[in-house]
Each structure stands twice: as C-alpha cells, then as structure tokens.
C-alpha cells in the first residue's frame, strides 16, 4: 500500500519497497523513513565562511557533513554527484559518533556540526537526532537548506538549529517551479526563523535567470521587512551540472546587485568575487 510523505510539499505518495521524489525517503512496510539516515557522503572541517556565514562565529570552524538525496532539480547544482544520486559512495556514522568527532575537533576551532553539501532535511531525523546530542555536548548546530519543508516540520527542529543559511534561489514562482521547488514554502520558513535562530540568505546569480534588478530589490525589500540586519549573500554562478554550457556571471553584475539590495539590508555580501 502506498504512503504519503508529509515532510515536504510535494507530498510523495510512495508505493511499499520505493522511494520519493528526493530519492532518500523510502517506504518501508508502510512506514516513510529516512533511508540515507547516517549515511555520510561527505565530512570535512570547513570554515564558517565557506556555508556562507558572515556573521555567526567569524573566522571559526565547523565538522560538515552531507549525505545523498535532494527534493528540488536545480540544473545547476554543484554537489549533483550525491544530491542527486542515491549510489553515492558512503559510510554509517551514528549520531553519537558524529557528534564524538565534532568534539574531538575542537582543539581545531570547530564549533559544532554543519548538515549541508546535499539538502540535509530530506535526512530529517538523522539531522534532529545529531542536534539534540550536539547541544547536549556544548556544540553548535548550522544548516545549509534549501527551505523547502512544511513549516510544522521546520518549527519542530528549529529549537535545536543555531544559525540556518537558506537557499533564496530566486523571487519568482516560475522560477521555482522550474527547479521543482515552492517559493511560497521558503518565504514562509524564512519568516518563520527570524527571531528564532541566527540567519543568513543565499542567492546565486544566474544570468538571463534571476539577475535583474527589480527582483533582487523586491527580493531585499521582502528581508528587510522581516529584519533588515539579516544578511545577505549575493553569490556567482559558475557553470556547473546540466548548465554547464553557460556562462559565468560578471564580478561587476554581482557588484551592482548588491548595491540594489543595500538600499534596504544592512549586510550584503558578494560572493565568490
């Protein structure tokens, strides 16, 4: 018998033995798990700048961990090789041992555990396992996320998230609707995160897609009505994936942009420039 998967919204129904739209939530005797739970494809000691975060522990470090399965299409993905592919070569590390390494690394200047590189919640529950024994050991916890998750869900694990980087990939619904994703859906997690946890927006530029200047004001005055300190990474877009046949976005386009979009945020930021 099929099931439904209420995590995100597209709301998988999954027939018994197969997985969901993300290809990393399965049906398993009528139950939706998390079948990439524990299942690391990626660990690395990176800095906090490199999710980006401007502001959230500056010059620190963070265990960084991504494992396989993405519920959007971007075209343009720089990690396609396990967001996109289940077989992605990985190994099983329990929550107790991620959180075990994330500790021992903090002679390093490692301040906690980053659940990034794929979109870490279609793992969930690995995700909120490993941030409530992370906090339990004095250890931070970040997510890089596209955002698309329904807001119960998102309300239920941002308790335990102590700064969030989300994906604002675009300020149009078609736009969205071409990578398979829910721009209504990430508006209302980013309003529902301010207050909550330490914030920080990406958008990679993508030329002749999303680089227009009225849609990143409306995209910075939108922030700003939330809270115009919450920073803002304006980022270039490199050929990559199925796109990889465009062109790279300008130094000076990016420049521009972030001129528009500090008429109304505090903190802009250029990246990859």
């Not at 720089?78 to 075990?100: F, G, K």
């Not at 990889?244 to 942009?257: D, F, G, H, K, M």
Request: charged content about 20%.
């Amino acid at each position: 018998m099929n099931a439904v998967c209420p995590l995100c919204p597209r709301h998988c129904s999954i027939a018994p033995g197969e997985y969901g739209f993300c290809r990393a939530r399965q049906n398993r005797q009528g139950e939706i798990v998390a079948a990439n739970y524990g299942q690391v494809t990626a660990l690395a000691l990176d800095p906090l700048e490199k999710k980006p975060f401007a502001r959230f522990y500056p010059g620190g470090y963070v265990l960084s961990a991504g494992s396989y399965g993405c519920n959007f299409r971007c075209p343009f993905c720089q990690n396609h090789s396990i967001s996109m592919d289940s077989a992605a070569p990985a190994v099983y590390i329990s929550p107790e041992e991620l959180v075990a390494q994330g500790e021992r690394c903090r002679k390093q200047g490692n301040i906690g555990l980053a659940f990034t590189y794929n979109e870490p919640l279609v793992g969930y529950e690995y995700v909120m396992d490993c941030a409530v024994l992370a906090r339990q050991a004095g250890l931070r916890t970040v997510l890089v996320t596209n955002g698309g998750i329904e807001a119960a869900y998102w309300q239920k694990l941002l308790p335990w998230i102590d700064a969030v980087n989300i994906d604002l990939k675009a300020f149009r619904p078609e736009f969205y609707e071409k990578i398979g994703g829910d721009l209504t859906t990430v508006k209302q997690n980013i309003a529902g995160t301010c207050g909550r946890s330490h914030m920080e927006i990406t958008t990679l530029v993508i030329p002749g897609e999303n680089d227009g200047d009225d849609e990143i004001e409306a995209l910075a005055a939108w922030l700003a009505a939330l809270d115009p300190h919450i920073p803002l990474h304006l980022s270039r877009f490199f050929p990559r994936y199925q796109w990889a046949n465009r062109q790279p976005t300008e130094v000076s386009r990016i420049y521009r942009l972030a001129d528009v979009a500090r008429a109304h945020l505090r903190y802009v930021y250029c990246g990859n420039c």
